[in-house]
């Protein structure tokens, strides 16, 4: 079978696109209902609403509020007026997830407004399930794909920096979870573009990380940060779109579900939990503690965790990651796209001996 799916239809990264957002709305509807993160909210209405008001589009408005859940999609639903005809989201990730599934389970378009760069959730066609406590349930795939996504790249500059950095984790990951399912196989077209995709992201990654995140620190919209925004949002989601069931996640992602488990973690950014969780996979593949050492030197470049503790855990308890590796090790994840066979106990052991290597690194760095 040879399947593939691009998406979103149109992406736009462009300064002050926001002042156009009437505009695109009015090529795939007339009656929008956004749905919004209050925080993003805040800092895109002005120009959201100058530009509905300007293509004279009346709008209904409701908050996204906690996490995206089968519960807040019930909450809601029944909230969109019957003569709706677009979904609009403005937020970040889960924001934005939740506006894909209200426009899927409604039928209609959606525009998604991304105010973050820190997944490609904006423009993917699917969505992430999590419980009201933000504990992974599903993913949930579309057949259709966003109509149009826009960046304004200085609102993802002027957002906390760690939300990019954790976008980049979340990115850089994909040509380390694909290569190992594709080791040997017969590569078809689609295959051989979603790799060629996925290291193409890598490469933009180790290339531009650094200097994007200083040019955020110090507010300036560069280069540099905006080939970030593109690899994180856009070119991140073409890489399991082209590539489909070849280019899709493995360790990383799988051993990230785990560990939302974790109470003192809930804090941990989606794209932070997968970063730790590809140095766990490199460990369970069998890479050397220095191949690991020098991954981690570049996450420490950019703030990206190299430790449980840089994702709020204080205290190890055994109990608890052996549960997060249980729930890695799920018939159903990812992590079965390991090419070799996967063990709990191996899972959990990656988990702790990533973590002591992280932080003799950080004890190292301090005495020298
Ligand atoms: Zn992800």
């Given at each position: 079978?040879?399947?593939?799916?691009?998406?979103?239809?149109n992406?736009?990264?462009?300064?002050g696109?926001?002042?156009?957002?009437?505009?695109?709305?009015k090529?795939?509807g007339t009656t929008?209902?956004?749905?919004?993160?209050p925080?993003?909210?805040?800092?895109?209405?002005?120009?959201?609403?100058?530009?509905?008001?300007e293509?004279?589009?009346?709008?209904?408005?409701?908050?996204?509020?906690?996490?995206?859940?089968?519960?807040?999609?019930?909450?809601?639903?029944?909230?969109?007026?019957?003569?709706?005809?677009?979904?609009?989201?403005?937020?970040?990730?889960?924001?934005?997830?939740?506006?894909?599934?209200?426009?899927?389970?409604?039928?209609?378009?959606?525009?998604?407004?991304a105010?973050?760069?820190?997944t490609?959730?904006?423009?993917?066609?699917?969505?992430i399930?999590?419980?009201?406590?933000?504990?992974?349930?599903?993913?949930?795939?579309?057949d259709?794909?966003?109509?149009?996504?826009?960046?304004?790249?200085?609102?993802?500059?002027?957002?906390?920096?760690?939300?990019?950095?954790a976008?980049?984790?979340?990115?850089?990951?994909?040509?380390?979870?694909?290569?190992?399912?594709?080791e040997?196989?017969?590569q078809n077209?689609?295959?051989?573009?979603?790799?060629?995709?996925?290291?193409?992201?890598?490469?933009?990654?180790?290339?531009?990380?650094?200097?994007?995140?200083?040019?955020?620190?110090?507010?300036?919209?560069?280069?540099?940060?905006?080939?970030?925004?593109?690899?994180?949002?856009?070119?991140?989601g073409?890489?399991?779109?082209?590539?489909?069931?070849?280019?899709?996640?493995?360790?990383?992602?799988?051993?990230?579900?785990?560990?939302?488990?974790i109470?003192?973690?809930?804090?941990?950014?989606?794209?932070e939990?997968?970063?730790?969780?590809?140095?766990?996979?490199?460990?369970?593949?069998?890479?050397?503690?220095?191949?690991?050492?020098?991954?981690?030197?570049?996450?420490q470049?950019?703030?990206?965790?190299?430790?449980?503790?840089?994702?709020?855990?204080?205290?190890?308890?055994?109990?608890?990651?052996?549960?997060?590796?249980?729930?890695?090790?799920?018939?159903?994840r990812?992590?079965?796209?390991?090419?070799?066979?996967?063990?709990?106990?191996?899972?959990?052991?990656?988990?702790?001996?990533?973590?002591?290597?992280?932080?003799?690194?950080k004890?190292?760095?301090?005495?020298?």
């Amino acid at each position: 079978m040879h399947i593939a799916k691009t998406y979103p239809s149109n992406y736009i990264q462009e300064q002050g696109i926001l002042r156009k957002t009437g505009e695109w709305i009015k090529k795939f509807g007339t009656t929008p209902f956004i749905v919004a993160g209050p925080t993003a909210w805040s800092k895109a209405c002005a120009k959201v609403t100058e530009s509905l008001h300007e293509s004279a589009l009346d709008y209904t408005l409701e908050y996204f509020e906690g996490h995206c859940s089968e519960e807040e999609l019930q909450r809601i639903l029944p909230k969109v007026p019957s003569h709706v005809d677009i979904i609009v989201g403005v937020g970040g990730g889960q924001c934005l997830d939740m506006a894909k599934l209200v426009a899927t389970r409604l039928q209609l378009p959606v525009i998604n407004v991304a105010t973050l760069a820190s997944t490609c959730a904006a423009s993917a066609a699917q969505s992430i399930l999590y419980t009201p406590d933000h504990v992974f349930v599903r993913v949930e795939s579309f057949d259709h794909s966003p109509a149009a996504v826009l960046v304004d790249p200085d609102i993802i500059r002027n957002a906390p920096v760690r939300y990019l950095t954790a976008g980049i984790g979340d990115t850089i990951v994909k040509w380390y979870e694909a290569i190992p399912l594709n080791e040997g196989k017969y590569q078809n077209a689609m295959t051989k573009a979603g790799l060629k995709m996925a290291e193409l992201v890598r490469d933009l990654l180790f290339e531009f990380s650094e200097q994007a995140i200083q040019d955020c620190e110090q507010g300036k919209t560069s280069e540099s940060l905006r080939q970030v925004i593109d690899a994180n949002i856009l070119l991140s989601g073409l890489v399991g779109g082209l590539g489909r069931h070849t280019c899709a996640s493995s360790g990383a992602h799988a051993i990230h579900y785990g560990m939302t488990v974790i109470p003192d973690m809930k804090g941990a950014f989606h794209g932070e939990l997968v970063a730790y969780g590809l140095l766990c996979q490199f460990k369970l593949e069998g890479k050397s503690d220095q191949e690991i050492v020098d991954f981690m030197r570049f996450y420490q470049k950019i703030n990206l965790p190299i430790s449980l503790r840089d994702m709020g855990l204080t205290e190890l308890r055994e109990e608890e990651l052996r549960l997060a590796a249980k729930k890695a090790c799920a018939p159903e994840r990812t992590i079965h796209n390991l090419q070799f066979e996967i063990l709990e106990e191996n899972v959990y052991q990656s988990i702790v001996d990533v973590h002591q290597l992280g932080e003799s690194m950080k004890k190292n760095a301090a005495l020298n």
